[in-house]
């Protein structure tokens, strides 16, 4: 079992900041990579940013430049620095994780989510 405890969201104004935090904890052998998505009302679910076991990101177009996703491997926790925020930022962000059991056997988990509302 895992559990993904996600933190950080709020209510902030058009240019400002928020940092989200996602910590993972639970029996896992190897984290293969953490993201985060985000999904505003009428739409699916999107990558906003992921971070590999190799360090390698992955950004969303509309975030690069903005966001950054960074982790702290030795807690298992994922962040996201989300700088000049926009009202299209607005939406719910899930953390993701992919991972391996002791298994072997891959994984994939999402959190809870954390309502980030930018106002105009």
């Known amino acids: 079992q895992v559990q993904l405890v996600e933190s950080g969201g709020g209510l902030v104004q058009a240019g400002g900041s928020l940092r989200l935090s996602c910590a993972a904890s639970g029996s896992i052998f190897k984290i293969n990579a953490m993201g985060w998505y985000r999904q505003a009302p009428g739409n699916q679910r999107e990558l906003v940013a992921r971070i590999r076991s190799g360090g390698g990101t992955n950004y969303a177009d509309s975030v690069k430049g903005r966001f950054t996703i960074s982790r702290d491997n030795a807690k298992n926790t994922v962040y996201l620095q989300m700088n000049s925020l926009k009202p299209e930022d607005t939406g719910v962000y899930y953390c993701?994780?992919?991972?391996?059991?002791?298994?072997?056997?891959?994984?994939?988990?999402w959190g809870q989510g954390t309502q980030v509302t930018v106002s105009s």
């Open positions: 993701n994780l992919n991972w391996n059991d002791w298994n072997g056997w891959g994984n994939d988990d």
